[in-house]
T-cell receptor, first 110, second 115 residues
């Protein structure tokens, strides 16, 4: 039972444009959501998070949007830079452990 | 160092041998997770330790896999009688809870190759 889903395994965006990564979840008890970024041969690193009491959280070029009614969150990166090329994982948490999605590989083209 | 460390960074073993992977979490972090990532796949949850509670072993794929966490700090993941399908990157993460908000910090992983 995949409680957190990232339905796009890959995404390609031109440098300078907006990258939008999507994530859907099924468990309505999740109330805290995170995005992680992973470069090859490294562990994932925390990027940005959002609590369910908010619908938007912004940190520089990164903004996370949460739509609780749709059980959907998204990560916007603008403007996209070549260094943003990585695998992005969303994760969700309720009362227990964090649950991760399968990841989306983002490629920023010069 | 201040981050999560894992050893060894790479491990090549023969099918049927046992391996031990080590994780040193960030000091003071009460929660510790093990994941694995097979080639082209996402993060597969294996096991979760939180304080003195019984570990959540629901992600361990078979009884060949076990893990322990000694003194609430260092953790060892053991794979007995390794199989080729065990080849993957094994990631450890530790976290500190603030209310219900938890952020995990990952180590660099151990790349296991079973020949």
């Amino acid at each position: 039972d995949q409680q957190v889903k990232q339905n796009s395994p890959s995404l390609s965006v031109q440098e300078g444009r907006i990258s939008i990564l999507n994530c859907d979840y099924t468990n309505s008890m999740f109330d805290y959501f995170l995005w992680y970024k992973k470069y090859p041969a490294e562990g994932p690193t925390f990027l940005i998070s959002i609590s369910s009491i908010k619908d938007k959280n912004e940190d520089g070029r990164f903004t996370v949007f949460l739509n609780k009614s749709a059980k959907h969150l998204s990560l916007h990166i603008v403007p996209s830079q070549p260094g943003d090329s990585a695998v992005y994982f969303c994760a969700a948490k309720g009362a227990q452990k964090l649950v991760f999605g399968q990841g989306t590989r983002l490629t920023i083209n010069p | 160092g201040a981050g999560v460390s894992q050893s060894p960074s790479n491990k090549v073993t023969e099918k049927g041998k046992d391996v031990e992977l080590r994780c040193d979490p960030i000091s003071g972090h009460t929660a510790l997770y093990w994941y694995r990532q097979s080639l082209g796949q996402g993060l597969e949850f294996l096991i979760y330790f939180q304080g003195n509670s019984a570990p959540d072993k629901s992600g361990l794929p078979s009884d060949r896999f076990s893990a322990e966490r000694t003194g609430g700090s260092v953790s060892t993941l053991t794979i007995q009688r390794t199989q080729q399908e065990d080849s993957a990157v094994y990631l450890c993460a530790s976290s500190l809870w603030t209310g219900n908000q938890e952020t995990q910090y990952f180590g660099p992983g151990t790349r296991l190759l079973v020949l």
